[in-house]
Nanobody, 129 residues
């Protein structure tokens, strides 16, 4: 059974950092591009970052560029999202998702949830003072 499990979320103060992890089981993560999405209450799911299968190419949405960093350790079957300088508007459930291709695909320079086939259950990030 193909499964992704996110971890690392929590309640933090503005300006702090978190390291989110996305661990895969039932398949070899090295064969897939992995994306990170987030969804705040009452808002659409937003694609924020993506990394190709080798880790050599990455994408960031403008809303997180310069503050978030995606990476992967294929030996550990895990993808990471380092999130720094957190703001209250970063509060959301964060999801990782796998494509059935090795590369990220953008539509109008944005990640599209429909391009990803396997999703984790999400991890909550809450930024509040």
């Amino acid at each position: 059974q193909l499964q992704l499990v996110e971890s690392g979320g929590g309640l933090v103060q503005p300006g702090e950092s978190l390291l989110l992890s996305c661990a895969a089981s039932g398949f070899t993560l090295a064969d897939y591009a992995i994306g990170w999405f987030r969804q705040a209450p009452g808002k659409e799911r937003e694609g924020i970052s993506c990394i190709n299968s080798s880790g050599g190419s990455t994408y960031y949405a403008d809303s997180v560029k310069g503050r978030f960093a995606i990476s992967r350790d294929n030996a550990k079957n895990t993808v990471y999202l380092q999130i720094n300088s957190l703001k209250p508007e970063d509060t959301a459930a964060y999801y990782c998702a796998a494509r059935t291709f090795r590369y990220c695909l953008l539509s109008r320079n944005q990640l599209t949830p429909g391009h990803f086939v396997t999703w984790g259950q999400g991890t909550q990030v809450t930024v509040s003072s």
